[in-house]
T-cell receptor, first 114, second 114 residues
């Protein structure tokens, strides 16, 4: 079956440090890949997505590139801000018409020290 | 993007009672889902809410425990029946919007069962 593996958290960084949160997946075909973010006390928000190999999703300074050869979708940000602390979830949606179910990773909690 | 609201936003309930959670979307959507996020965990799909027919439940979830209604294309309810402390979770409604590529989530209902 499909699965998503994220790096274990929590991750604590100083403000303006470089962020990488690793995400690898197991799925057949060409799934769509997503990063969702959950800020403290809030619901889940879509951060970025990529639907085919070599696509790069980007939003709010965050980027992730769909790497089919390594089955990865690592999240990166060049300079974390004090507004970025949240839990970040990597997710995939299986390839195929009518397939909508998302499979989530366990989430990685990010803290930022001013 | 679809705007999703849920009611109640949070509740504290007694063991053995039931709670119905409402999900309202600002536009007609084909697919609606209910997820559970247990404390410190990732999201798990409970069921797909089908308009005009019975919901489709994932392994480990049953209709008697989590009855779902979907009377139209903008509204759904999830009932958590005969609650126990193990049901304490965040329950999230989600929909597939636009071209069907992106899944949007409601703000969640935070349930605590005593």
């Amino acid at each position: 079956g499909n699965s998503v593996t994220q790096m274990e958290g929590p991750v604590t960084l100083s403000e303006e440090a470089f962020l990488t949160i690793n995400c690898t997946y197991t799925a057949t075909g060409y799934p769509s890949l997503f990063w969702y973010v959950q800020y403290p006390g809030e619901g889940l928000q879509l951060l970025l997505k990529a639907t085919k190999a070599d696509d790069k999703g980007s939003n709010k300074g965050f980027e992730a590139t769909y790497r089919k050869e390594t089955t990865s979708f690592h999240l990166e940000k060049g300079s974390v801000q004090v507004s970025d602390p949240a839990v970040y979830f990597c997710a995939l949606r299986a390839d195929g018409a009518g397939s909508y179910q998302l499979t989530f990773g366990k989430g990685t909690k990010l803290s930022v020290i001013p | 993007s679809a705007v999703i609201s849920q009611k109640p936003s949070r509740d504290i309930c007694q063991r053995g009672t039931s709670l119905t959670i409402q999900c309202q979307v600002d536009s007609q959507v084909t697919m609606m889902f209910w997820y559970r996020q247990q404390p410190g965990q990732s999201l798990t799909l409970i069921a797909t809410a089908n308009q005009g027919s019975e919901a489709t439940y994932e392994s480990g979830f049953v209709i008697d425990k989590f009855p779902i209604s979907r009377p139209n294309l903008t509204f759904s309810t999830l009932t958590v029946s005969n609650m126990s402390p193990e049901d304490s979770s965040i329950y999230l409604c989600s929909v597939v919007g636009g071209l069907g590529e992106t899944q949007y989530f409601g703000p969640g209902t935070r349930l605590l069962v005593l």
